[in-house]
Structure formats: C-alpha cells, structure tokens
C-alpha cells in the first residue's frame, strides 16, 4: 500500500474521512463522528478545525448530569475565547439575570434558577456562541464528547432539538457529535436536522505499520526485520491507534544499543502496559452489570460473529433471549464491542489481552 508520508502521523490511514470533516465544516455543516476509544476522533476533528480556521471548543457531555450542569460546562467553554470585558459587557447588556462573570475569568450561571429562567439562559447563550464568533471573525466548532449521554436526563429530546436547531441557524458556528461506534442517530426531528455520519474503523495492519515505522524512526528505533516483532506489535493492537500509541511509548523508554526491536522487547512492552492498565481494567469491570462482564470475558476467551447462536449460548452459560441481545447492546454502547458488521470484536484489544490472561 502506498501512503503519502507528507500526510501529518496523526492523520495517517485516515485522510478520507480527515477530507471529509473539512469540507463538511467549510460549508457550515454539522455531523456525528462514531468510533471506539482510540480511534482518534478527537484529534481528526481538531486538525479538521484547524484547517478551517475555526476556534474548536469541547465539552464532554459525561460531566454533564443535568440541564443546570450542561449550560454551565457550555457557558464555559463558549466564553473562554472572548476578551472579559466584552463578556461583561454582554452581560450587563442582554444576561445579568442569567450570569456572572467570576474573578477567575469564567462566565457563571447564577445558581437557584427555577426551570423556566434556565431555559431561557440556555437559548440565549447559543446565540452568544455566533455573537462571539461574528465578533472574532473566526468559526467556532463545538466538539461534543459522549453527547449521547445527555439523552438520560434528556428525556423527550427538547434540549438536544434546541441545540441542534440553533447551531444549525447560526452561520458561523458548526457542531461536531462523538459518540461511540454503536450511534446512530435515533432524533426524532431528523428529518429537519439532517447529520452526516463518519465511523472511523480499525486502521488496517499495513497502514499501522508504516505510522509505528515512522513514530520509532526520529527515536532511533525500528523493529528487527529478523523477528516477528512488527507483526507481534500489530497483533497487541489490533489497529487501534489509543493502544497502538500507548505501547509505542512504553518501547521507546526501553534503552537498546542497536535501536533494534525484537520480539522480546514487544512482549516485555506489552505486559508491562498490562501491569500499569490493570487498576483500569478492572474498575472498569466493577462498573458493569455481571451479564455484561460475563459477554465481554467470553468474547474476549473465544471470539465468535455469532454470539447469540445455540452452540456458543449453551458453550459459556450465557442467557438467551432479551438478557443476551441487552448485553450486547450495552457493551457496544460503551464503546467496549463492534457491531455485527465487525464480528462482536473487542474493540479494545489491550483489554481483550488483559482479560485472556486474566481468565488462563
């Protein structure tokens, strides 16, 4: 495969999609962004701003537990781009009954607001979002990390609709939507508010391989072409980029003379990230319901496409029926599996390999 290695590392194997969400944001447009942890959707949409020219702004939605929460992390981030004095000016001017401006250079929401005054300080602060970008003549993306989550305090969707539909008005502000690999979106006013989709797969082994070449190249390292440590390397990742990362930071701090990597300095890499990753992991399976951990293990032990078949049901004990299908829906949710598509993959291969060697 022949890659353009002027293209920058961060953008490698993803240029499609990266060519994409510019031409989608030049245009004023608004999308959803899917893909499992690692994947690199974060950094695919701030260098896709960035070559737009815009101010990118990020919330993630996971600290958002209620409305109040929400437009405080919004009045926030929407803010911090705009000089104090015309913030307090617009204050005084248009929100003195919604906002302060606190010593400490953030725009606050008064506290004890009864619903009606919190929604009306939500409206009015989604057009402050086009006043500050008209006033800096600049675009303003908003990235929206886990926005899904909203939805379990956003019952019946209006404060998702709101949003939606006032970025959308606006005509220097775009929004960008991260989800995990299993979102699509179910908005009940899609129709009026279309968004494109771009799910960002696993990187495919040769295109992981060129960028692990040239990320080890300026530290003096390669992988020894005697061993089988690239391929080692790529079958620990599994072509996710977060992993893929995490252990080539680990192989750089190994001190070899020649600069040549084996398969012993792979292996020593991969189980010292174990080690390191372990406390996560396992917090991680505290955090789950016992159907759920039991699906990932079996995955994990003895991948199938076809989990919900008689064989592998009676195999490992699982449920059938509603309990099975929940669980898997629950753990694509979390970012955790791929869809069918995928064949119920781990999506996080470092997990995977934790939990075989946990279970042997």
């Known amino acids: 495969m022949n890659l353009d290695l002027s293209t920058p590392l961060q953008l490698i194997g993803r240029s499609q999609e990266f060519q994409r969400l510019v031409e989608v944001l030049a245009q004023d447009g608004d999308l959803l962004i899917t893909g499992v942890v690692g994947s690199g959707r974060r950094t695919l949409v701030r260098k896709a701003a960035q070559e737009v020219g815009a101010i990118a702004l990020e ?19 929407i803010s911090q781009n705009w000089e104090p004095a015309a913030i307090q000016d617009w204050i005084a001017k248009n929100a003195s009954e919604f906002f302060v401006f606190h010593p400490d250079g953030k725009l606050k929401l008064l506290r004890s607001l009864n619903q009606k005054l919190l929604w009306q300080a939500f409206e009015i602060l989604l057009k402050l979002s086009q006043i500050i970008a008209v006033a800096l003549d600049k675009r303003i993306v908003l990235i929206l990390q886990s926005f899904p989550h909203i939805r379990s305090w956003d019952r019946n969707g209006l404060w998702e609709s709101t949003f939606r539909r006032e970025i959308k008005a606006q005509t220097h502000v775009s929004y960008v939507l991260i989800a995990t690999i299993a979102e699509t979106s179910h908005h009940a006013d899609e129709t009026n ?11 495919a082994k040769d295109v992981l391989a060129v960028w692990a070449r040239e990320m080890l190249h300026p530290e003096g390292l390669k992988f020894d072409s005697r061993s089988k440590a ?19 930071r680990r192989l750089v ?69 509603g309990s099975l299908q929940g669980a898997l829906t629950g753990l694509q949710h979390k970012g955790l599996i ?23």
């Open 193 to 203: 508010y279309p968004l494109e989709t771009i799910q960002l797969a696993p990187l």
């Open 338 to 360: 791929y869809s069918a598509e995928q064949g119920y993959q781990l999506a996080l291969p470092l997990l995977a390999l934790w939990l075989r060697q946990r279970l042997s």
């Open 253 to 321: 701090t190994l001190h070899l003379p020649d600069g040549l990597i084996t398969e012993q300095e792979v292996q020593q890499a991969i189980e010292g990230l174990l080690k390191d990753l372990s406390i996560i992991f396992e917090s991680l399976l505290m955090l789950l319901p016992a159907n759920q951990v039991h699906l990932l293990e079996c995955l994990a032990l003895d991948p199938t496409e076809k989990p919900q078949s008689k064989d592998y049901i009676q195999k490992h004990g699982l449920s059938r029926g």
């Open 59 to 77: 919330i993630d939605c996971i600290r958002a537990i209620d409305g109040e929460r929400f437009v405080q992390l919004l009045a926030e981030v």
């Open 230 to 248: 690239l391929q080692l390397f790529l079958d620990a990742v599994q072509g996710n980029m977060g992993d893929a990362m995490a252990l080539i």
